[in-house]
């Protein structure tokens, strides 16, 4: 631990875990659909016979030792929650229910429990997947990138934005690789906490996997003032803790990415207010379409053409480019709201329709298909996006779970992509109005 300075509280354990030299065993949880639950170990997976073999830790609360997931709600293994078998639909639904996609709640003890159990273990891919990168890459990350050309075949920080982001089959080798950093900074407090911060988002844009996205923000001390620390408060909503995060975002000062997490748990109220304290800032045409995306969400609709016509009435846009780009998305968001009924999926007959919306790097192209009545697919047939992390798949999955443009929730990191693909969505089914 020498030289860890500050660090000299994190447990030798956590050191071990920053290079998965060793493991910790993480407790699995059986979760039934009438809310009960049963620890232990699920000691194999089976999963074209969809079943499981389980140790439970009190034999006598359960001596069964095989589940079929049809038995079962969902299951935590190795730190990450699955659902095996969705609960009844109850009707109706909250935002925050749409924004997490598990209305499950826990208590702050279960979620920092599932965090520290992920912490210690690495995800089932990580030893199967070789530590890859260009020789030519500099594995001393300076905090500041010298100055010069892009050169993401040397620069780390440049080599994670354009190299790993931009390419789904680099997410896991690329994780490993900043795995590597972390345990080749363990000596320097300054870059371990800029190397576990990295991890942290990495695990949280790239994978979704909220524990151990969580458990690195957390040793990396993310602030609510920046980025990583409103996802850090994010994970811990999506775990299943309001509370948690909330208090982390009360009475500080917040960067402006809580205004569309206030805006995912419902509190528009919120929302709306931080949106106010940015708008007579250099960056008030950014807050202006989040809240506008929020209020979308909500359902709120008359109010949510209001912000988005003040991001086109904006005179603080970056550069001439930002304002092309940001004018066309509110607009185009403002369009697709007035086709809501036109892109009802009940009044759209059965066939194949195309159209694209703007983007972040330009137009995003989708081609949806309706079959009986039912929106049968979304697929995105071009786009120049860069940053778009899951949003290509997450969000027409929504659509299609939804069967509607309404109430999608935007992926983290990537809403304008998004977003994007909800309004060419609905461009493409107005056309097929009957």
Known sequence: ?????????????????????????????????????????????????????????????????????????????????????????????????????????????????????????????????????????????????????????????????????ENPSRWHSGIVLIHHCVALHQNDRVLLQRDMAALGMAYFRLLQDYPRAAFWLQNAKASVGKVDGIRLAECYWRLGNREMALDMMRGKSLNMAAIKLYGDMGELGLALRLTKAYSKTSADYQANILAADALRLAGRLDEAIDYYEQVIASKNFRNDEYEKRFKARAQESIDSIRLYDQADISKVADGTYRDSSTGYQGKVAVEVTVTGGRLESVKITDHKEKQFYSSLTDTPAQLIKRQSVQGIDGTSGATITSQAIVNATAKALAKGTR
């Not at 293994?77 to 609960?87: A, E, H, Q, S």
Request: hydrophobic share 40%; charged share 20%.
């Open 1 to 165: 631990m020498k030289g860890l300075g500050q660090f000299t509280r994190v447990s030798v354990i956590l050191i071990a875990v920053m290079v998965f030299g060793c493991t910790a065993p993480a407790v699995d949880v059986i979760e039934f659909a009438d809310g009960s639950k049963l620890n232990g170990t699920i000691t194999s997976i089976r999963k074209t016979e969809k079943e499981f073999d389980f140790d439970a830790a009190d034999r006598s609360a359960s001596p069964k030792t095989l589940y079929q997931f049809a038995d079962v709600h969902a299951v935590v293994y190795k730190g990450k929650r699955f659902v095996l078998t969705p609960k009844p639909e109850s009707g109706g639904g909250s935002a925050q229910d749409a924004g997490s996609g598990d209305s499950e709640t826990r208590t702050k003890a279960e979620v920092l429990k599932i965090i520290a159990d992920a912490g210690a273990t690495p995800p089932d891919w990580f030893e199967a997947t070789p530590l890859d990168y260009p020789k030519t890459l500099d594995l001393s990350w300076p905090i500041q990138a010298p100055k010069g050309p892009w050169q993401s075949n040397k620069n780390m920080g440049q080599y994670i934005w354009s190299v790993i982001n």
